[in-house]
Nanobody
């Protein structure tokens, strides 16, 4: 069982920044961790992910505006999002890829609005 705790969502004006954090329980090193998002009526999509060897992947919609970092010792990742747009509004989910399978957090709402 992997437990995931997400934090950092909220309301931010267009052009603003936000930092999301995800902490996963467990003494093992996960294969990868990342953030996905889902807006109403849309499919869940990749925001950014990072492997245990620090290879990073970014969604096309956010490339150049987000930075993902990892603390392997604590099994945590941070997502720094900059130059936020109204279309970034969504529920953001942390995903952990572990030897036991894929695990998802409950989600945190990010709203970009003036």
């Amino acid at each position: 069982q992997v437990q995931i705790v997400e934090s950092g969502g909220g309301l931010v004006p267009p052009g603003g920044s936000l930092r999301l954090s995800c902490a996963a329980s467990g003494r093992i090193t996960f294969y990868a961790m990342g953030w996905f998002r889902q807006a109403p009526g849309s499919q869940r999509e990749l925001v950014a992910s990072i492997t245990r060897t620090n290879i990073t992947y970014f969604g096309d919609a956010v490339r150049g505006r987000v930075v993902i970092s990892r603390d392997s010792g604590k099994n945590t990742i941070d997502l720094q999002m900059n130059s936020l747009k109204p279309e970034d509004t969504a529920v953001y989910y942390c995903k952990v890829v572990a030897p036991s399978g894929d695990w998802w957090g409950q989600g945190t709402q990010v709203t970009v609005s003036s």
